[in-house]
């Protein structure tokens, strides 16, 4: 695969919006700015293809050749997100149906059925036209496989997708008889007597059978894959070494992203937090998308935008300086490349709102102009150094899809269960002490990791259970909290005691779980003998009753009917040890007993820095080198999320690659401000 030789700093540009002429000047705002890439045609289906089977490539000719004499090189999008109209006076059905029958209308985006074989056919014909006519062209650096798949909706309930899923489904079961164990029928008289008697798990009563919506929501990750797939390899065969993504969206409840993730050569995803948000949730989601390829390999930063969006309800502005520091927070977990939607803002259409680079000013006279030129000069300075380095983390929080959608599945325990939510609670307690994280799946390797985090993991097979427990004998440190390991694929309970395949691993058995209202806590004790800290904590939301079965108990409960049970365990097992976690302890608990099991698994902060200010390392590495290290030092990457200034103390004398300063013991930020720092030469040669 085509290396990335630079940072990209780019965006979606739609000239297919505008007479030719604003090409010039677009490209002229672009250089003023430090753009290097554009991404285009994402939505152009209509204006390529105004007729079915006839093609006008003029128009995108001559963009991609004035990107090119310009130095701008392309990522390009096939247009598949957004049908022209004729498609669906051909085909009224590629209109997609939801769970109530009822069907789309046309008139916005991303509305057809990903099952429809004519839907399928004319995004072939499109994509291989493109394929053939641009792909082989130098100033094509990426594909950019259609737009934010499962976007807007996520399911079509049309017959053809039923038809499609029983056919799936036969794979999947090969029998009846297996579908109605896997499902678990004979719960309210649900069994099948046929493959034509399976629907789609539309509109009903009440509750869904859980293994039927787990199948589906398979089946339809499936099918908007099978949808990137069959463009992939036609771009595979007119593009060879042209890498192909697809745009995802981090914590987006729609596709698996694990199972798609092979399948891209790279990974992208778009990110819109609104101004103020939360750093550490922003941070979640690049390690999120980063732990798809199992967290080294760098990403694209595909869609932000340089100011305030359109769609939210409040649609603030970005605060002077917001943008940059989110953009050096990508970076810093691993983005080579930060592309904003959008370039140019477009003059009519639902998203003449949203913030561009080039306004409906048309210029560069303001305040965001002004901010993404300097981060364009920024980037220009030191892209080359970090364009492949590498993040290292040596602690992974393990993520899933099929356990997400299983938890939050009514009917829920708790009605306050949220997956995201509860795996936050660990990351941010991580995040907080400067530590880096990988956020991977379930099936990644995990034999680099010192501590691996496995936070409401309800869904757990018995081979995962075996690789966890090899993984601990081997030495390694593994956190385990409450409702993990209680269900297997089909979300059907682990006969045996909870938590299922992990009771032996974490020598527990939990007996049955409490579930506090809001507002309700439940007071936890640790004490000095048994754990190097000692207090009271508050827990909340949650509480496992159980019993030792080998591990011994690092905390109690103080309230309740459990009072003096384990509310938190330690379990020792061949070279390494399971911390079992029975409850949410609140933030504070939370961080001391990472702290606390962090530091004893010898994983140290990357800096001591206070709270609201972020620290992470991009390693450099060698093209070919077995174990890829380059034996230069890490990029250090200090990112002020306080609208206040601090001051960092530092191990050493550092440059600064953004002001090429010279920090000697100590730095300083201002409010939002980022730098970015490399040992000194004469640091790293004594
Ligand atoms: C993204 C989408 C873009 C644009 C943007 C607006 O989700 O991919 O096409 O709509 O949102 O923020």
Known sequence: MQRQRRLLFGGDYNPDQWPAETLQEDVRLFKAAGINSATVGIFAWSKLEPRPGRYEWGWLDDVIEHLHAHGISVILATPTAAPPVWLYQLYPDVLPVDENGLRYGY????????????????????????????????????????????????????????AAFRQWLQQRY???????????????????????????????????????????????????????????????????????????????????????????????????????????????????MRGLKGGRAPFLLMEQSPSQVNWMEYNRPQRPGEMRLRSWQAVAHGADAICFFQLRQSQGGAEKFHA????????????????????????????????????????????????????????????????????MRYYRALWQQHIEVDVVSPDADLSRYRLVVVPLLRIVTPELAQRLQRYVEDGGGLLVTYHSGLTDVHDRAHLGGYPGPLRRLCGVWVEEFDVLPPGQTVRVRTSESLVPWDGVYEAEFWCDVMHLEGARTLATY??????GMPAVTEHRVGRGRVVYVGTALQPKGTRDLTGWLTRSLGIAPVLDAPDG??????????EGDGDRSSGQGPILFILNHRTTPVTLSLDGTYVDLLSGETCSGSVELSSRDVRVLIASPSELQS
């Open 356 to 423: 561009a680079v080039i306004g409906h000013d048309g210029g560069s006279e303001t305040r965001v102009f002004r901010e993404v030129a300097r981060l364009g000069a920024e980037l220009a300075r030191v892209g080359e150094r970090i364009t492949g380095s590498e993040v290292r983390a040596e602690v992974a929080i393990l993520f899933s899809w099929p356990s997400w959608w299983a938890v939050e599945q009514p009917p829920r325990i708790s009605k306050g269960l949220r997956y995201v939510d509860e795996v």
């Open 174 to 288: 090969q029998t009846l008889e297996e579908l109605n164990k896997a499902w678990y029928t004979a719960f309210w008289s649900q069994t099948y007597g046929a493959w034509e008697e399976i629907d789609a798990p539309r509109r009903t009563t009440t509750y869904h059978n859980p293994g039927h919506v787990l199948d589906w929501r398979r089946f339809m990750s499936d099918s908007y894959l099978a949808c990137f797939l069959e463009q992939k390899e036609i771009i595979r065969a007119f593009s060879p070494g042209v890498p192909v993504t697809t745009n995802f969206m981090a914590w987006f409840d729609g596709l698996d992203y694990h199972a798609w993730a092979p399948h891209l050569d790279v990974v992208s995803w778009d990110s819109y937090p609104p101004t103020g948000a939360d750093p550490a949730e922003t941070a979640a989601r690049h390690d999120l």
């Open 558 to 563: 103080e309230d309740e009917y459990y009072r």
């Open 613 to 622: 200010v972020e620290v992470l390392r991009r390693w450099p590495v060698v």
């Open 107 to 162: 008139g916005s985006r991303r509305h057809y059925c990903p099952n429809h074989p004519a839907y399928r056919h004319h995004a072939r014909q499109i994509t291989t036209e493109l394929a053939k006519r641009y792909g082989r062209h130098p100033a094509v650096t990426h594909w950019h496989v259609d737009n934010e798949y499962g976007c807007h909706i996520s399911a079509c309930y049309c017959p053809r997708c039923v």
